[in-house]
């Protein structure tokens, strides 16, 4: 099906995989199939990284220049060299005016093109979304703004195949469209959060990244596997809905070690209960947990 690896930088780790996208392609063609890799990365914004500076230990990162700036340019090497069609960046220091012209030169400089949203109310950190110029054609682009109590945001890019895919452009039944989808979910996750309205979408593969701060064992897990999204660790690796404990993607700020950082994918082919059905049972799920937390 495709491979997948990890980059681990400074107690954060990245996933990225490569996978056919011309899922409906005939068997005989499937060895010939070029492939996307995508990968998403929580990069720790330096405002929110605890350091220790002389006596001071309750510094930032962002207090101290040689030191973002080496942990940044770190990154940058890793992304580069490893040169994913699709990036995926949470955690984004938008309100350095250094750090983002040095994202947006390498990045331009390797071929991407970049896309950039800060969370609202000025909270200082926000998502990077890039793209390969020579995998995709940005055909739009999307802001959504949760407005909630964590400032949350999300992007969303319509893009479409180009060069290297061209030899397949003759295949009418080949979806030459993907909705790529990026976001950073609550701390711990909000179940009533909504990412967008599936059911208005035109059918097409979606990609889905992001650190969603809930486990395989959250309503959010549950309900995106219920529209038919399936992990591309899992698929990978093999895994099942119940295999949450058999990998990590990160240690949280708490210490804790945990898997919330997902790739999901969706092909056109695989949607499965009524959106409406689906989110509802979500949403009852989370009420009958906060339920039983209430009166247990």
């Not at 055909?139 to 400032?151: Q, V």
């Not at 995106?224 to 058999?246: I, N």
Request: some cysteine; glycine content about 6%; aromatic content about 12%.
């Amino acid at each position: 099906m495709g491979k997948e690896r990890k980059i681990k930088t400074n107690g954060r780790i990245s996933k990225i995989g490569s996978y056919a996208i011309a899922s409906s392609m005939p068997m005989r063609d499937h060895r010939q199939q070029p492939s996307i890799t995508c990968t998403t990365f929580n990069i720790l914004a330096p405002m929110y990284k605890r350091i220790n500076l002389g006596r001071n230990q309750n510094s930032r990162e962002s207090d101290c220049r040689v030191y973002w700036l080496a942990r940044s340019n770190r990154i940058l090497d890793s992304l580069l060299r490893e040169r994913s069609c699709i990036i995926c960046l949470q955690e984004f220091w938008l309100g350095n005016e250094e750090l983002v012209s040095m994202y947006e030169k390498r990045l331009g400089d390797a071929g991407y093109v970049n896309f950039q949203l800060g969370r609202t109310n000025n909270r200082g950190d926000g998502l990077l979304t890039a793209v390969r110029k020579d995998y995709f054609r940005v055909i739009n682009y999307r802001e959504l703004l949760f407005n909630d109590c964590g400032d949350r945001v999300a992007q969303l890019l319509h893009v479409e195949l180009a060069s290297p895919f061209s030899q397949f452009l003759n295949n009418n039944d080949i979806c030459l469209e993907i909705l790529i989808v990026s976001t950073h979910l609550l701390f711990p996750h909000d179940s009533s959060l909504c990412l967008v309205r599936l059911h208005q979408l035109s059918p097409m593969p979606i990609i889905l990244c992001g650190d969603w701060n809930g486990s395989k064992r959250g309503h959010v897990y549950k309900f995106l596997r219920s529209q038919g999204f399936v992990s591309s660790y899992d698929t990978a690796h093999q895994y099942t809905d119940a295999d949450a404990h058999k990998w990590v993607s990160h240690r949280n700020h708490c210490g804790n070690i945990c898997g919330v950082d997902f790739i999901w994918l969706l092909n056109p082919n695989k949607y499965r209960k009524l959106l409406k059905t689906s989110w509802t049972d979500a949403v009852f799920g989370m009420f009958k947990v906060r339920y039983f937390l209430l009166f247990a």
